[in-house]
């Protein structure tokens, strides 16, 4: 599913209405059909519903809502965020049709507005209808009040298209916002979805069919979200004459005295992602806790200072690479990754360490290279700040990707994968339980895996992405929310894969 920004979404609307013949009053009323739906998974009958408008088209789709959970039963007040008189000329005439009807309606200059607002906390549910993916500036006056009300109110929130006060395309906070636990958007997913606050402020998401034209829908944005039908297509398939050696061989240079774990989950991630072959370079130590976990690998023992002869002598067995996780940043792990990065052309995944490395000014192997880094590595890299990396993930993704001419995966809530100029991909599995050590040298171990597989590394890094939260999101209805480790997901790794495999055959 495409992405389509705050001008996107405009241009969609506007080509359904002026060339397509839509018009606004049937595209408000299956809004408001849509955000029906959601605020009924919250109450049940004769419950109280409040919702909020302002006075534009997203007011104009909350007065629908309005007006149709009245026809229902539900107990409706509609708090109008303007005086009376103020309404746009579509959202006026929803108004009428709400009043018309029997809706409960205080505008702003209403001498019960402030109790109204105050009286929010005795609802059942909130509709926020305030503001739409077009609000720019601070978000002040009434409608500062409202949202503030709404939030102190402790009472579940479901946004019309977007939460008040939120950017639509960087998912900053103009000001204030709505916390909303639901946001039912219209059309396409758009970018404060996965980005700055809007990520949390949104809280779970769904796209809201309301009948624009299925070309308009499927028209290249800049950005997509990942699918089951889009990964399996890419995942290698294994013929009935398969043996190991067709099915990539791939080297990890990973894990110190400190970190041997790391070593062991990026082996354990890429055995369970079918790779034929894993190896696993490291000292001695290292090499025993891989071999106490992971069996299935073999070793190349490498000695305590500069190991890159003995590494270098391998190269040519092996299809890709994974370098970095739990290597330090000790001058002899930089020292081991210069070395072997002037001679290595082979596809690559360089995480953790090998990008702190990279960070320090060692440079980038020269072959087909796929990075992951988390947001204080990408921050590392770009020279930015931490947090403007989370507020501005397509941006740095983004330009890590063409500052180092390679493809690049930055982890977090929303992982978003770039490569090429390609459209950005942006995951859509996984969950909360994910955060939690090893669960990234898990997916450095997918990666390597599909790229000894012959994926090219922007389809290895996406493919990965979303296998890999999707074995969370199996771990988490397996075992638990919180608490499973990155063991128990690479454990799910195969049902992942076969879950992939059925719904690609399905769609």
């Not at 599913?1 to 397509?20: C, F, K, L, V, Y």
């Not at 009300?149 to 977007?162: L, M, Y």
């Not at 440079?363 to 796929?370: K, N, S």
Request: contains cysteine; charged residues 20%; hydrophobic residues 45%.
């Amino acid at each position: 599913m495409w992405i389509g920004t705050a001008e996107r979404s405009r241009r969609i609307d506007w080509i359904a209405r002026e060339e397509r013949g839509l018009s606004t009053a049937v595209l408000m009323e299956r809004a408001g059909e849509s955000v029906l739906e959601t605020v009924e998974e919250f109450v049940g009958p004769h419950s109280r519903v409040a919702v909020l408008c302002g006075r534009g088209n997203n007011g104009g789709d909350g007065l629908v809502v309005a007006r149709l959970a009245h026809r229902d039963d539900y107990k409706v007040q509609c708090l109008i965020a303007c005086p009376r008189g103020d309404l746009g000329m579509d959202a006026e005439a929803r108004h009428r049709e709400a009043e018309a009807a029997g809706v409960s309606i205080v505008f702003s200059d209403d001498p019960l507005w402030r109790q109204a607002l105050s009286n929010l906390s005795h609802a059942d549910v909130i509709v926020d209808a305030l503001l739409g993916t077009g609000a720019r500036g601070e978000v002040h006056g009434v409608l500062r009040e409202a949202v503030e009300a709404a939030n102190a109110s402790g009472v579940p929130i479901v946004a019309v298209d977007i939460p008040s006060g939120i950017d639509c395309d960087t998912g900053e906070i103009l000001g204030c916002a709505v916390k909303a636990v639901r946001t039912v958007t219209f059309g396409l997913p758009k970018p404060f979805l996965f980005q700055g606050h809007g990520i949390e402020h949104a809280g779970k998401w769904t796209v809201a069919d309301i009948g624009f034209p299925e070309d308009l829908l499927t028209e290249p944005t800049e950005a997509m979200t990942l699918s089951a039908e889009w990964v399996g297509n890419r995942l290698p398939r294994r013929p009935k004459t398969s043996h190991k050696g067709a099915n990539g061989s791939l080297l990890v240079v990973a894990g110190s005295w400190r970190y041997p774990g790391a070593a062991a989950l990026v082996a354990l991630g890429a055995v369970r992602a079918g790779c034929g072959l894993v190896t696993v370079a490291a000292i001695p130590s290292v090499c025993a806790v891989v071999a106490a976990h992971v069996p299935e690998a073999v070793y190349l023992p490498l000695p305590e200072i500069d190991g890159a002869e003995q590494i270098l002598s391998e190269r040519d067995r092996h299809d890709a690479a994974v370098f970095g996780p739990g290597a330090t940043t000790e001058s002899d792990a930089m020292d081991l990754f210069r070395k072997v990065w002037e001679a290595w052309s082979r596809p690559c995944v360089v995480d953790a360490d090998g990008l702190n490395a990279a960070a320090k000014g060692v440079r980038f192997p020269l072959g087909p290279l796929a990075l992951t880094p988390h947001p204080g590595e990408a921050a590392r890299l770009l020279g930015w700040d931490a947090l403007d990396v989370n507020r501005r993930r397509f941006e740095a993704v983004e330009q890590i990707a063409k500052k180092f001419g390679a493809s690049a995966l930055l982890k977090g809530a929303a992982t978003v994968v770039a490569s090429n100029g390609d459209p950005l991909a942006v995951n859509t599995t996984g969950n909360p339980g994910m955060a939690a050590a090893g669960m990234g040298d898990v997916l450095a171990g997918i990666v390597g895996a599909l790229l000894a597989q012959g994926l090219d590394p922007g389809s290895a890094l996406a493919a990965a992405a979303y296998w890999h939260g999707l074995a969370g999101d199996l771990c988490a209805e397996h075992i638990g929310q919180v608490g499973y480790s990155a063991s128990d997901l690479a454990a799910f790794l195969p049902a992942a894969r076969d879950k992939i495999l059925q719904e690609c055959e399905v769609s």
